[in-house]
């Protein structure tokens, strides 16, 4: 099985500014991906950014990235030139290459302050 | 294309009723998935279905939940009675591979 942990239940970031949301992960697997998903008040969980856990490179997706430390197993998500549409829950997940299910952290929820 | 369908978006029951939640996956996604999200939590699988086989129901309380996708393509989550703790969001998600994973909009489900 995989746990992912977020340990920061809230953020808050002024408006342009930028933020970072932290995650760590812990898996046995040797090939795995990771995500961050945003899920807003509407509930619809919507995918922010995708890292093969194969590649050295950090993704990247307009203005979010993400700093993967496969070693550490840390999955951060930045968020730069932050927008009032950004606030909103901000869950990491993974999942193995073998299976299809998503192990999911209980989410930070963001606050984005005009 | 269109996303995946799920309704209703709200219920509210009261315990030890029954409640039936729907799901239209995207066109050709072989992969269902019905998630629980508690509040404050992030979301459990409940079952995952490969067409309408079932890949995984480990976690699904299956005295009082039950679930089936006919035909391989719609799917049905039915909860038979609820109890006061199955107060949740209800996500249904599709997939072809993971880069394809889609989640509907979910069904607010309320248990008084």
């Known amino acids: 099985a995989q746990t992912v942990t977020q340990s920061q239940p809230e953020m808050s970031v002024q408006e342009a500014e930028t933020v970072t949301l932290s995650c760590t992960y812990d898996?046995?697997?040797?090939?795995?991906?990771l995500f961050w998903y945003k899920q807003p008040p509407s509930r619809q969980m919507i995918l922010v950014i995708r890292q093969e856990a194969y590649k050295q490179q950090n993704a990247t997706e307009n203005r979010f990235s993400v700093n993967f430390q496969k070693a550490a197993k840390s999955f951060s998500l930045k968020i730069s030139d932050s927008q009032l549409g950004d606030a909103a829950m901000y869950f990491c997940?993974?999942?193995?290459?073998?299976?299809?299910?998503?192990?999911f952290g209980t989410g930070t929820s963001l606050t984005v302050i005009p | 294309e269109a996303g995946v369908a799920q309704s209703p978006r709200y219920k509210i029951i009261e315990k030890r009723q029954s409640v039936a939640f729907w799901c239209n996956p995207i066109s050709g996604h072989a992969t269902l998935y019905w998630y629980q999200q508690i509040l404050g939590q992030g979301p459990k699988l409940l079952i995952q279905f490969q067409n309408n086989g079932v890949v995984d129901d480990s976690q699904l309380p299956k005295d009082r939940f039950s679930a089936e996708r006919l035909k391989g393509v719609d799917s049905t989550l039915k909860i038979q009675p609820a109890k006061l703790e199955d107060s949740a969001v209800y996500l249904c998600?599709?997939?072809?591979?993971?880069?394809?994973?889609?989640f509907g909009s979910g069904t607010r489900l309320t248990v008084v």
């Open positions: 998600a599709s997939s072809t591979y993971r880069v394809g994973y889609t």
């Open positions: 997940a993974s999942v193995s290459n073998t299976g299809n299910q998503f192990y």
């Open positions: 898996t046995s697997e040797s090939d795995y991906y």
